[in-house]
Nanobody, 121 residues
Framework: QVRLVESGGGLVQPGGSLRLSCAASGGSFSIDAMAWYRQAPGKQRELVAVTGKSGSTNYADSVKGRFTISRDNAQNTMYLQMNSLQPEDTAVYYC???????????????WGQGTQVTVSS
């Protein structure tokens, strides 16, 4: 059973930094696109950043220049380096991956359990 596990969330002061990790494990598979989403209290889940298998990246306007998404395909791991954090970045951050189980034609979307990021003084 494939699963995604996030780590690295926590409490940080405004202007601080955090690095989130998302590791995929369980069985034989390959990963296509990977992404970070976030959901603040009372708001809809929103896309933060996405990376393709080749390493291409795209960001929400609200995080451009502050967040960097990256991945290590050999380790089936994705990262989100978050700098210059602001209170409005407070949310539960979820990782997402399009995973192709060996022997299957289509990919299936998997979500992590989420990790809390709180930016407060």
């Amino acid at each position: 059973q494939v699963r995604l596990v996030e780590s690295g969330g926590g409490l940080v002061q405004p202007g601080g930094s955090l690095r989130l990790s998302c590791a995929a494990s369980g069985g034989s598979f390959s990963i296509d696109a990977m992404a970070w989403y976030r959901q603040a209290p009372g708001k809809q889940r929103e896309l933060v950043a996405v990376t393709g298998k080749s390493g291409s990246t795209n960001y929400a306007d609200s995080v451009k220049g502050r967040f960097t998404i990256s991945r290590d395909n050999a380790q089936n791991t994705m990262y989100l380096q978050m700098n210059s954090l602001q209170p409005e970045d407070t949310a539960v951050y979820y990782c997402y991956a399009d995973i192709r189980i060996w022997g299957q034609i289509r990919t299936t979307g998997y979500w992590g359990q989420g990790t809390q990021v709180t930016v407060s003084s």
